[in-house]
C-alpha cells in the first residue's frame, strides 16, 4: 500500500532563517506531488505540484521554493523565512483514473517567531 | 476560473442531530467534486467524491452528498452525527485532477 510521510511534524524558527520541508512517498512511482499551505482560519492553499523529477508549477508568487530532486520526494524551502510563512503545511499525492483522488500527509506545523 | 465556497464556518450540533454543511461552486466545465475531513492536528482524509455517474455518493462513516449540477452544490449531509464526527470539513473541485481548488472549511462541532 501507500503512505506519504512527512517531516518534521513540528517547525520553530526565527524569522529571517532558511526551511527544509521533506515529503516522500512509498508504494507508488511517478506520482503528482503537491504542497499545500493552510493558514489559521483559511482553506488550503495550493503552493506547488509536480508531475515528474524537475518539474515544478508554481502556483502562487511567495517566498517559498520547491524541488522533486527523486521521483517520491518533494522539497519545500525558503532562504529566508518571513512571520507569514506560518501555518500547517501539507504534502499530497494524486491517485488517478478511476480512483481519482488525491492523499494527504500528515503535515508540518511551522511557527515562525 | 474555479471557485469554491462554504457559506459556514462553524455549524454546532448536538449528537444524534441531522447536520448539513453546504458547499456552492462555480466552473465553467464539468467538474469532480470532494469532501475532506480533517480532525485535530492531523491532515487531510478523503470522506467521499462525485466523478461521474450517480449523483448521490456515500461514504462509509454514514455521510452523504448529491451533486445538483442546476444549483452547482455538492452539499455534505449526516441523519445522525456523533461526538467524533467534529472535525473541520473541506468541500474541493477540479476541473482536471490535475489541480483541486478547497473551499475555507466548516467547523462541525457536535456536543452531548
Known amino acids: ?59 502562487v508568487p511567495q517566498n517559498l521554493s520547491a524541488s522533486r530532486p527523486q521521483d517520491r520526494q518533494f522539497i ?23 480512483r481519482e483522488t488525491q492523499y494527504f500527509g500528515p503535515g508540518t506545523r511551522l511557527l515562525v517567531l | 476560473a474555479q471557485s469554491v465556497t462554504q457559506l459556514d464556518s462553524q455549524v454546532p450540533v448536538f449528537e444524534e442531530a441531522p447536520v448539513e454543511l453546504r458547499c456552492n461552486y462555480s466552473s465553467s466545465v464539468s467538474v469532480y467534486l470532494f469532501w475532506y475531513v480533517q480532525y485535530p492536528n492531523q491532515g487531510l482524509q478523503l470522506l467521499l467524491k462525485y466523478l461521474s455517474g450517480s449523483t448521490l455518493v456515500e461514504s462509509i462513516n454514514g455521510f452523504e452528498a448529491e451533486f445538483n449540477k442546476s444549483q452547482t452544490s455538492f452539499h455534505l449531509r449526516k441523519p445522525s452525527v456523533h461526538i467524533s464526527d467534529t472535525a473541520e470539513y473541506f468541500c474541493a473541485v477540479s476541473d482536471s485532477f490535475q489541480k483541486l481548488v478547497f473551499g475555507t472549511g466548516t467547523r462541525l462541532l457536535v456536543s452531548p
Open chain 1, 76 to 98: 519545500l524551502s525558503s532562504k529566508k523565512l518571513l512571520l507569514s510563512d506560518s501555518g500547517f503545511y501539507l504534502c499530497a499525492w494524486r491517485v488517478g483514473g478511476r
Open chain 1, 1 to 59: 500500500s501507500q503512505t506519504i510521510h512527512q517531516w518534521p511534524a513540528t517547525l520553530v524558527q526565527p524569522v529571517g532563517s532558511p526551511l527544509s520541508l521533506e515529503c516522500t512517498v512509498e508504494g507508488t512511482s511517478n506520482p503528482n506531488l503537491y504542497w499545500y499551505r493552510q493558514a489559521a482560519g483559511r482553506g488550503l492553499q495550493l503552493l506547488f505540484y509536480s508531475v515528474g523529477i524537475g518539474q515544478i508549477s508554481s502556483e
